[in-house]
């Protein structure tokens, strides 16, 4: 099967601009999960979806939001971008939304001017 | 909330050595903990992962311990060698909760010189 894939690999923007990211899961898994990770930070969750239902969501502002279409594929979005989001965005595919192995996309790198 | 507390941040060993990280969480209710292992401009790769119905899991020259009682778990590797150095997480999660996130340890970078 092929694995997690998400588009762009890299996007620059500016302070102000929005930014959306996309994230296809692996064939079959009906669950996905973003996460940012930063070098100070770690990884830390955003949000997850499971059939077009956010189940569970972090502590990020309203400023993060996401969706999940009904093939499973997922986008996230960030609108009024602040020099802080830059950082790598990863999504995370499971077959359930119960606690099943979670298998990681090569991630988005975001770099906020 | 949970809250797991990773050790140490660097860890640099000799090839063939044998490399331990430790995680602590805070949760009494989660029962899954995987291990990922990142390596640098790479995804972060699963390696192994145990539930709190089991108290050691082993994969080669990996394996990894849970201590329900204490709140930790930990990460053993043996033999290490040079393709083994990579940033590894630990994460906990509650398994069917309705909060089930994985929450993630700030990481380990790990360095084995040839």
């Known amino acids: 099967k092929a694995g997690v894939t998400q588009t762009p690999r890299y996007l620059i923007k500016t302070r102000g601009q929005q930014v959306t990211l996309s994230c296809s899961p692996i064939?079959?898994?009906?669950?996905v999960s973003w996460y940012q990770q930063t070098p100070g930070q770690g990884l830390q969750f955003l949000f997850e979806?499971?059939?077009?239902?956010?189940?569970n969501k972090g502590n990020f502002p309203g400023r993060f939001s996401g969706r999940q279409f009904s093939n499973s594929r997922s986008e996230m979005n960030v609108s009024t971008l602040e020099l802080g989001d830059s950082a790598l965005y990863l999504c995370a595919s499971s077959l359930r939304s119960d606690g099943e192995t979670q298998y990681f996309g090569p991630g988005t790198r975001l770099l906020v001017l | 909330g949970e809250n797991v507390e990773q050790h140490p941040s660097t860890l640099s060993v000799q090839e063939g050595d044998s490399a331990v990280i430790k995680c602590t969480y805070s949760d009494s209710a989660s029962n899954y903990f995987p291990w990922y292992k990142q390596e640098l401009g790479k995804r972060p790769q699963l390696i192994i992962d145990?539930?709190?119905?089991?108290g050691e899991k082993k994969d080669q020259r990996i394996a990894v311990t849970l201590n329900k009682t204490a709140k930790h778990f930990s990460l053993h590797i043996t033999e290490t060698q040079p393709e083994d150095s990579a940033v590894y997480f630990c994460?906990?999660?509650?398994?069917?909760?309705?909060?089930?996130?994985?929450?993630f340890g700030k990481g380990t970078k790990l360095s084995v010189k040839p």
């Open positions: 994460a906990a999660r509650n398994y069917g909760g309705s909060q089930g996130n994985l929450i």
């Open positions: 979806y499971f059939s077009e239902t956010q189940r």
């Open positions: 064939s079959g898994h009906r669950s």
């Open positions: 145990i539930r709190s119905n089991v």
